[in-house]
């Protein structure tokens, strides 16, 4: 091990994971009302918040904690079980910091910025020389150590981690302008004129929500920023661009530190954020060759294992025969009769003889009924489908009883169900 190497893993160790998972997420509605976004299921054995918890045990980050907010019981539940083995002597941990409305104000997390302020004394109790501020409800994979080995190089006082994207998709981003140098000389949320990477009129930089600071640098710019009158408290929207022009703030491509299968062209990264994002990401999964490489035992996402049976499928007759096609199916599922095809079927789901699921997301402990009719749906977790109810083939129907998105998805929670009897 060369002395760079050993510089960079001396720097690991000192430095603090901090990933946000206090939002609701409203913009995927009704999976929301009972838990945070970063706690939904995804790919049907993880949840969200998985992503950037393996990503910073791969990297080589063994101090973490996890903000929490809103509807937090789950996530919590989640991260003392799944994620506890960590050594406390080796001074490692991961640790959920509940919101304790710990300001004179006694005010909940207002913004990404706020809720880092609020735990400001328990981050100079640890002492970190650098602190990575991450996104709890994003879907990637992404080697941390990369990304911080670049700060250091270019001595930067805050980085931000940016993916390129078309510039026509650009409106829809917080996009960072950059100068030759690649330091930030602006930011613009949604610019209705995105500026393009220089040397690439093509591409944008659209910042991930993902940060690293010098830490005794960051607490400086909390201060600032929680005396600023007016500020919204968000590390976006108001105290990153208030360091441009006075502050060494850099961009770092995402390109350059993701993870990726050795054919695959394009950076991995979703906010699945969206009822829409939400259902095209898990059902890419069922594709030959996905976007997202699960398979690879190199980076494997680690999440909370229950102990459950293999997946199972029964009966083979003329009129009912249980089968799956191109479809990706959890453990613990039967398939009894049913017809599976191109979709995505979290653990522990019944699926009834005579029933069709078609380019749908199923999530934990769903039954569907026998005779149902399930095409391009959510459906949310511990919900029961009537025998003989039909989904997504009348969209009226569908959107008087359900939640239906303007391309055709169709969601249902356990709690719709229930309001129909």
């Known amino acids: 091990m060369d002395a760079s190497q050993r510089d960079l893993n001396t720097s690991l160790k000192n430095t603090l994971a901090l990933v946000l998972a206090g939002g609701r997420g409203s913009r995927l509605m009704d999976l929301t009302d009972s838990l945070a976004k970063p706690a939904i299921f995804f790919a049907g054995k993880f949840r969200i918040i998985d992503f950037p918890l393996s990503n910073c045990i791969h990297s080589g980050i063994r101090k973490v904690a996890v903000p929490t907010q809103y509807r937090s019981h789950q996530l919590i539940q989640h991260v003392q079980r799944g994620w506890g083995f960590l050594k ?4 490692e941990f991961i640790e959920i910091w509940p919101a304790q409305q710990q300001t004179a104000d006694e005010s909940w997390y207002r913004g990404t910025a706020d809720a880092v302020y609020q735990n400001m004394d328990l981050l100079k109790q640890i002492d970190p020389t650098y602190i990575l501020v991450l996104a709890g409800d994003h879907v990637y994979k992404q080697d941390y150590s990369k990304m911080l080995a670049q700060h250091i190089e270019r001595r930067a006082e805050a980085t931000v981690a940016c993916v390129e994207v078309p510039i026509a998709r650009a409106t829809e981003f917080g996009v960072v302008k950059v100068d030759e140098n690649e330091q930030i000389i602006e930011f613009m949320e949604k610019p209705a004129n995105p500026a393009p990477v220089p040397g690439n009129p093509n591409i944008a930089f659209a910042s991930m929500g993902i940060y690293i600071f010098n830490a005794d640098f ?8 929680a005396g600023t ?3 919204s408290r968000d590390f ?6 208030s360091l441009v022009g006075r502050s060494r703030l850099f961009a770092h491509r995402f390109a350059e530190s993701c993870v990726r299968a050795d054919d695959q062209d394009e950076p991995y990264w979703r906010d699945v954020g969206t009822v829409d994002a939400y259902w095209e990401a898990n059902i890419d999964l069922t594709t030959v060759t996905p976007a ?14 229950e102990q459950r049976p293999p997946a199972k499928f029964v009966f083979d007759d003329d009129d ?3 089968v799956a096609l191109d479809s990706v199916v959890g453990a613990g599922c039967i398939v009894s009769g049913g017809t599976v095809r191109g979709s995505l079927i979290s653990n522990n789901v019944r699926v009834n003889s005579h029933s069709l699921v078609e380019d749908s997301v199923l999530l934990p402990n769903v039954d569907v009924g026998r005779h149902a009719v399930i095409r391009r749906a959510i459906i949310a977790q511990d919900t029961r489908i009537p025998p003989g109810m039909i989904i997504g083939e009348d969209a009226e129907l569908d959107a008087k009883r359900f939640y239906r998105t303007e391309s055709g998805i169709v969601l249902v929670t356990a709690q719709m169900v229930e309001d129909l009897d």
Do not use: A
């Open 88 to 91: 406390s002597e080796l001074q």
């Open 218 to 225: 960051l607490f400086q710019q909390l201060i600032r920023d």
């Open 229 to 231: 009158q007016g500020s």
């Open 236 to 241: 976006g929207k108001d105290m990153l661009p």
């Open 292 to 305: 997202l490489d699960l398979y690879d035992p190199d980076w494997p996402i680690w999440t909370t294992q």
């Open 320 to 322: 009912r025969r249980g």
